[in-house]
């Protein structure tokens, strides 16, 4: 039931950045995805940083800018060019093929070993996505595909990573996640400067999205994901990743007024069956790993120590 619990609460994360889609659209200003990127992650680290009063000590000032990199810096940047220069919903499969990667890496890393059925349903859950978001006109273009690969290994990275270093003794996954989204804003700062230009004017509309993106899209979810990240397997985690695309497209149509087509409501059925089976065969298989264990004891310290956190 713990677990169960876990699980539920870290898919709150790939839900929320399934909003990221309409919120942009319908309240930010266009064609400016890295300064969106600057403005989701850095405020909300240097929050949840000044909420959890711990700053980095020793090897974690430089642990933490990798991570954030890697989860952050690196992956917006990445994430954002293959979107841009790959229509037709190409970029979300390449997205969706992340738990793959952590596949791969968790068994070379943390020597956790995926099931047969793991891997399964994790291609299943690809196949499922490529099913709702792409489109018969979808082209294909080299440096959208590399940025779209680079972006789902970034993060798989990260993720592995962030599993493998675990936290500092008496350090919560609030302090956690404001250290990497704080490094991971600062990095993509000189890349949106160099590449958009002067920060735009933002209007209330532009506030507001700016505002819901910093605090729930990011700060909270992030905190949700490496929290799970913290307490479940890497590949359990990752294996929650095509929830953000299915919940971008319920939302469309909800919102939006997008139809959905038998074929895209099939492969939503596929995706989220592959995602459920996919935690299930987690759980067979699921043995903590012990660098982390010690530091899962701090899970709660977030929320009980001290009226400030809450």
Known sequence: MKRLATVALTALAPVSWGS???VASELLPPDRPLFTGVMRALPAGLLLTA???TLPKGDWWWKSAVLGTLNIGAFFPLLFLSAYRLPGGVAAVLGSAGPLFVVGLAALVLGERASLRTVLAAVAAAFGVSMVVLRAEAALDLAGVVAGVASSASMAAGTVMTKRWGRPEGVGPLAMTGWQLTAGGLVIIPVAALVEGAPPALDGRALLGYGYMML????IA????????GQLDATSVTLLGPLSPLTAAAIGWAALGQALTPVQLAG??????ATVAGQLAAARTHQPFRSTEKNDRNISMDLINGPVRR
């Open 268 to 273: 939503m059925a596929i995706a989220f069956a």
């Open 20 to 22: 990221t889609y309409v």
């Open 51 to 53: 909420l959890a009063r």
């Open 216 to 219: 729930i899209n990011t700060g």
């Open 222 to 229: 992030y905190w949700l994901w490496f929290r799970g990240i």
